[in-house]
C-alpha cells in the first residue's frame, strides 16, 4: 500500500515562528503536493512539485515556501507564521496522471 | 484557472437509498478524480476518471470529457458512506469545494 506520512498530526505555535511541515512518501511518486483545507472553502492547493528541486506555485503561496530535496520527501515552510494560516495542512503524492495518495493531514493552531 | 463546480452542496438520504452528485468543470481536462474525506479527515481515492466509466462495488463515475462533466452513483448507500464527496481536476489537481452526504440508517 502507497504510504504518505506528515510528520505530525497536530502542532500549535506562535506568530512570527518559522514552521516546517514534513511529508514522506514511499512509492516513488514523481509529484507531491501540499494543500490547506478550510471550513467553506474546501481543499485549496498552495505548491505543487513534479520532480525533485522543481516545485510550482498553486492558487495561494503567498506566505509558503517548499523545498523537495530528495524525491520522497516535501516539505512545507512558513516562515514567518501568522494566525490566519491556522488550517488543517494536507499533503499528497501521486505519479503521472495517476490516482494521489493522501497523508492524514496536519491540524496547526498558530497562536 | 479551471473552476470546478459540485452539486449538490449537501445531501441527507435513507440508508439504502441511491444517489448521484455531480462535478462540472469550466475547460478541458486530461485528469479527474474522485475522492470521499471521512469524518475523521482522511481522504481516500475512489476513481482516477478522465473519461469513460467505471464501477467498484456499489459505486460507479462516468465522466463526459467533452461536456466537462463527471457524475459519481452510489447505490444503496449505508450509513459509513457519510462524509465529504470531492472531485479534482488538472495536473494541479484542482478540487471542487465538495458534496456533504449524511445517510441516516
Known amino acids: 500500500d502507497v504510504k504518505v506520512t506528515q510528520s505530525s498530526r497536530y502542532l500549535v505555535k506562535r506568530t512570527g515562528e518559522k514552521v516546517f511541515l514534513e511529508c514522506v512518501q514511499d512509492m516513488d511518486h514523481e509529484n507531491m503536493f501540499w494543500y490547506r483545507q478550510d471550513p467553506g472553502l474546501g481543499l485549496r492547493l498552495i505548491y505543487f512539485s513534479y520532480d525533485v528541486k522543481m516545485k510550482e506555485k498553486g492558487d495561494i503561496p503567498e506566505g509558503y515556501s517548499v523545498s523537495r530535496e530528495k524525491k520522497e520527501r516535501f516539505s512545507l515552510i512558513l516562515e514567518s507564521a501568522s494566525t490566519n494560516q491556522t488550517s488543517m495542512y494536507l499533503c499528497?503524492?501521486?505519479?503521472?496522471?495517476?490516482?494521489?495518495?493522501f497523508g492524514a493531514g496536519t491540524r496547526l493552531s498558530v497562536l | 484557472g479551471i473552476q470546478v463546480e459540485q452539486s449538490p452542496p449537501d445531501l441527507i438520504l435513507q440508508e439504502g437509498a441511491n444517489s448521484t452528485l455531480r462535478c462540472n468543470f469550466s475547460d478541458s481536462v486530461n485528469n479527474l478524480q474522485w475522492f470521499h474525506q471521512n469524518p475523521w479527515g482522511q481522504l481516500i481515492n475512489l476513481f482516477y476518471?478522465?473519461?469513460g466509466t467505471k464501477q467498484n462495488g456499489r459505486l460507479s463515475a462516468t465522466t463526459v470529457a467533452t461536456e466537462r462533466y463527471s457524475l459519481l452513483y452510489i447505490s444503496s448507500s449505508q450509513t459509513t458512506d457519510s462524509g465529504v464527496y470531492f472531485c479534482?481536476?488538472?495536473?494541479?489537481?484542482?478540487f471542487g469545494a465538495g458534496t456533504r452526504l449524511t445517510v441516516k440508517p
Open positions: 479534482a481536476v488538472d495536473r494541479h489537481v484542482r
Open positions: 499528497a503524492s501521486s505519479l503521472a496522471k495517476n490516482i494521489q495518495y
Open positions: 476518471i478522465p473519461s
